[in-house]
């Protein structure tokens, strides 16, 4: 599995509508084969700031960086970003979903 972490802070325009900005982007990577997951939060400490995590098979990466959509998002994330984003990117040999969390249960 890889596993992506994205801090990106938008403009102040568009820190708001921002999800609505990046929907076409997260839907269309969403229904890439490979993915695992590709979720947005916004950070509730700091309200100008989304975290995007991410997560693809092994062999799905190459298809998503070069995809269409791919391509227009790095047109797209330029204009609507105050900075470039930081990354967290992990490659977990032999993961290839979710697990439980084994330190509690809830029952």
Sequence with gaps: MILINVRFRPKPEYVENFREKVDAFTQATRAEEGCIFFDWARNTDD??????????????AEAHVN?????????????ILA??????????????EWDRMAEFQVK
Excluded at 67 to 79: G, I, Y
Excluded at 84 to 89: A, E, F, L, R
């Design 83 to 96: 900075e470039t984003p930081q990354i967290i990117n992990t490659l977990i040999e032999g993961k290839t």
């Design 67 to 79: 995809s269409q959509h791919f391509k227009d998002a790095q047109e797209m994330f330029p204009e």
């Design 47 to 60: 309200p100008n700031e989304y975290i995007l995590n991410e997560a693809f098979q092994d062999d799905a």
